[in-house]
């Protein structure tokens, strides 16, 4: 008998000591936490340098942050002190959110970048990691995911706004300098057991990147439209390139009018005669104050293709005004314009405009909505540092917004080639898709170079570009666009000299 009573009281001990540290064992400790994870078919978060990787200056993550992740990270970064940047590729959460606050300013206090690469997907406390970069970026086709946490019986919204729970993530936002109203927004994005999916303008508003303006990014791009298998853009045979502007132009889930992003218009080949058809790719970012009311922002992405079987790459002519509409139209995805942005890949600029004029003889807007024009054309390249801006002659009230912007450029910003009576230079107003907006009185802004040794050579390659000189022009078009868009001029447009 006393055996038995031995028997059952040990079975009720055991029972009572399941009950109360079974949980404390699996999700207290790094090995119940990992067993768990197992079980539930994920891994716990994992550092790793990728197979044949050049550089060691960045380290991929992939996994749930659970005990251990502290403790990974630190020993990971004391071992590569190189270390500058982190690539979160799959984290979907965290198991210990103590320690992944820990991590996460382990993380900034050693001064990494966080970056989310192509079809990369993190939520939840993962997102709280990323926002511990001191540099945050996040690629396209990439995810974000927020959503509420629960605590017992209630959900994050029931307790108190100035409940000790609520605070601990609150001060973790302010050290990373995220706006608070960025953590009661996840509260309400979604419930703990689902994930909401940050929109680009979510991720602008509540600033969650710093590198919206990716101009690594667009480097990549234009490499790849200056690239051989483009066959120079050639227009009527620029299917290739129409493929990667559409591609992105989706990926950033840019808007498309009614007809959607592609319109066709017929043109005749001045070398051969023939009739072809080029397309322009048209998509736009609407305002928030003037829905309405819209800038033009144009680039061609024609070249002049393959004559006598040599292959004319175009990369500064105009892979570059390309690839920086391209990146713009991404950027002002995140961080919304007052003013309605379209943004215009222009086709058969080489062959005389056709693709700009088809557009203003059948805009996709009414007419009376356009209220300017910006052109890139021919960007990327000049020994000199120099980039001419042209249009402020005719419209001079542009000209101060633009010349506060270049203030603290380290580029030799000139103005000109807007002058029909100054014979020193080559008259613009016409030269590029500027000049049919110019025709039909809407105001426009031209960044471009004076002509460079490959201008209309093979040797227009990426190999010759200024890459730093790219990058400086296109930090001062997108502060150009952005304070003419917050300060359009209400005096009356001049174009008394068209």
Do not use: C
């Not at 807007?365 to 042209?390: A, C, H, Q, T």
Request: charged share 25%; no cysteine; aromatic share 14%.
């Amino acid at each position: 008998m006393k055996k038995v009573i031995t028997i059952i009281l040990g079975a009720i001990i055991l029972v009572v000591a399941i009950y109360f540290f079974l949980p404390e064992i699996l999700f207290g400790t790094a090995w119940g936490q990992k067993f768990f994870l197992n079980m539930e078919g994920e891994d716990v978060a994992y550092f790793y340098f990728k197979e044949n990787q050049k550089s060691k200056d960045t380290i991929y993550m992939r996994g749930v942050i659970y005990s251990n992740t502290h403790n990974d990270i630190r020993q990971t970064l004391n071992n590569n002190p190189q270390l500058t940047t982190l690539v979160m590729e799959d984290v979907p959460g965290s198991i210990d959110d103590e320690i992944n606050l820990l991590a996460s300013r382990e993380i900034r206090s050693r001064n990494l970048n966080t970056y989310i690469p192509d079809s990369g997907m993190v939520a939840s406390g993962g997102t709280d990691m990323f926002l511990a970069g001191k540099e945050r970026a996040v690629h396209e086709t990439a995810k974000l995911g927020v959503h509420s946490w629960s605590g017992g019986d209630l959900e994050a919204l029931e307790y108190p706004r100035d409940h000790e729970e609520h605070k601990k993530y609150l001060d973790y936002y302010v050290e990373m300098d995220i706006p608070t109203d960025f953590y009661w927004y996840t509260l309400e994005a979604a419930p703990a057991d689902t994930i909401h999916w940050m929109t680009l303008p979510e991720i602008g508003k509540y600033q969650v990147v710093t590198n919206a303006l990716d101009l690594n990014k667009m480097l990549r791009l234009q490499k790849r439209l200056a690239s051989d298998a483009f066959k120079g853009r050639g227009a009527g045979d620029n299917q290739l390139a129409q493929e990667v502007i559409l591609s992105y132009f989706e990926s950033i889930n840019l808007k498309a009018f009614e007809n959607g992003y592609k319109y066709s218009f017929p043109f005749q080949d001045e070398n051969s005669g023939e009739e072809k058809t080029g397309t322009n790719l048209i998509g736009y970012v609407e305002g928030s104050k003037y829905k309405d009311e819209y800038f033009v922002i144009g680039a061609h992405y024609d070249h002049l293709g393959v004559v006598n079987d040599t292959i004319y790459n175009g990369a500064d002519d105009n892979a570059s005004g390309t690839s920086a509409l391209l990146v713009l139209a991404k950027y002002f995805s995140i961080y919304q314009p007052e003013h309605s942005l379209i943004f215009a890949a222009f086709d058969a600029e080489e062959h005389g405009l056709f693709g700009s004029r088809y557009f203003v003889n059948n805009p996709p807007v009414k007419f009376s909505g356009i209220l300017m024009n910006f052109n890139f054309d021919m960007i990327s390249r000049n020994p000199k540092n120099e980039i001419y801006v042209v249009g402020t002659l005719p419209y001079p009230q542009f000209k101060p917004l633009i010349e506060k912007q270049a203030e603290n450029s380290p580029l030799t910003i000139s103005y000109g080639h807007d002058n029909p009576k100054d014979k020193t230079k080559d008259y613009w107003m016409y030269a590029s898709d500027n000049g049919p907006f110019f025709a039909k009185d809407i105001p426009n802004i031209t960044f471009s170079e004076e002509d460079h040794p490959g201008y209309h050579q093979p040797t227009d390659d990426f190999e010759n570009i200024n890459p730093e000189f790219y990058r400086n022009v296109v930090r001062l078009i997108r502060g150009s666009i952005e304070a003419i868009d917050q300060n359009y001029p209400a005096a009356e447009i001049n174009s008394s000299s068209n």
